[in-house]
């Protein structure tokens, strides 16, 4: 019954991170509003998510687990009110703020629930069961938002998750742990480096997302990227000096750490970047419905679920920087093929591209994961895995909002190259507009109006051109981006080789059946005293 609690909430949550995408051109449409602007309901949301997830575990040591989840619950539904009813884009923002805030708590607490609750030698049907759960989910929310947005409307979308929010509550307030008032125990918690971090998160994400608005070269920008870096810098040198740091800089001396946590965040940002882009260029350039926008992460989502296993089981066999190798390289290929879409792509086509690119993805997660973890000391293993996890969710909200940015800047670009060529001695244009006005003067549109008519349809046709070469400059940038990736692979590949040169495991220990007696033993143990088991190294591989 904890499963179910657990599993149920996480997919409300994770449905939600992702369905706002497939409604970006209406709410463009509903504000007034450019793509970098609407693209902050959906990075907002991650940067939120991101920062919360520091907080996790010092809610829990304060309020308890059924607390915090049941209150992170109520936090998530004042948060889809607010977008249902928010008369602004700024409104709308904010309560997908407090909807990341709430599922950043909410994701690794029902994990860490599932953990607690179960004796090792039952886990693994537990936390596949919330893999499932969380892995599926994400790429069916568009579709459900697709659904929504066309039979009611885009606000009644944030209101399709609340019934799985219900019933989690309830469940929530009877299955999960709760401690008394003399168990809690307010752990100490670095605030000063928290307030760093977020000023720089806030900063260097919110000039990517509005450079384009505000200038590159203004002042506003440089100074935000300023106020972001120096923050940023700030955070790394205080977490030298504290007892209990957020994250430990010393992890990253290690090469193969760094390499391996520099291509996670990559396959964040650009799994972020792909699951909000494809819905938008799908209705905006292939004009795609909603739903059908939304049903082309479906098949991708599926594949990954049954592919994931099969990797982890390579994972355990091959040498981790091979997987990881030929992931990039294949979804490199699939960022390279997918730039040549247009509006002639068929649904099938895009749908399949997303599959290889998911499955470039899917090999690479449990490999990069592990790789990860061996260059961890064992002393440092939970300070690796909440490193690795921030690092791959902070690439998430780098990727949605520079994804956005790359098609808004590369559209204008485009569109005023090709408004230059649109001139009275360019006997194409000239031709178009002939037949543009013989049309309308079928219809029986008056003749002092056809000229004018004929170029502002010669404009639309421009921008839609223009809009088409954005989205193909922007997935040509993510391929390349891609390419880049396989330096840090090769030192990943350095790594392995000098480790099996020096005599050091490079393959998990085979662990050896215990005796029934020790079965039960840990069966019937008692949990920690925190009320959370810490997982062994083997169960965090």
Known sequence: MITVSSVTGSIAVMISSTMVNVAIPSIMGAYGVEQTMAQWTATAFYAALVASQLLNAWVVSAIGERAAFCSMLFFFTIGAFICAT???????????????????ILVPLNMSCLI??????????????????????????PVIGGFAIEMFSWRHMFLVPLPMIGIAFIMGLFMLPHRTASERRVRPFNWT????????????????????????????????????????????????????????????KNAQFSSAVMVSFAFGAATFGVNYAIPVMSQAVLSFTPIKAGAILIPAGCMLLILIPTAGWIADRVPNYIPIMIGCVIFSGAMFIISDSDVNTAFWTIALLVMLSRFGHGIVKPNMGRATLMAVPKEKLNQGIGTFNFIRQLGGAFGVSSIAVMIETRTAFHSDALAATQTAANPTSQEFLGKVEHLLGEAGVSSAVQHSGALDYLGKVVYAQALTMGFQDAFMLLGVFFALMFFPCLILRRAYIRAEALGLPTKPKKRKKSAPEEDKKADSAEPANDGIQKPSPAAAE
């Open 116 to 141: 607690a609750a179960f004796p090792e030698g039952r886990r693994g049907f537990a936390i596949g069961l919330y893999s499932m759960g969380t892995i599926v989910s994400p790429g069916f929310g």
């Open 86 to 104: 928010s008369t602004t884009i700024e409104v709308l923002i904010g309560g997908r703020i407090f909807q990341g805030i709430a599922a950043g």
């Open 193 to 252: 480096g928290y307030a760093l971090v977020m000023t720089a998160i806030i900063c260097i994400v919110g000039a990517i997302g509005n450079g384009q608005r505000w200038g590159w070269g203004s002042d506003m920008t440089m100074i935000t990227f300023l106020i972001g870096f120096v923050a940023m810098i700030a955070f790394l040198v205080s977490q030298l000096y504290v007892e209990e740091p957020i994250l430990d800089p010393t992890l990253f």
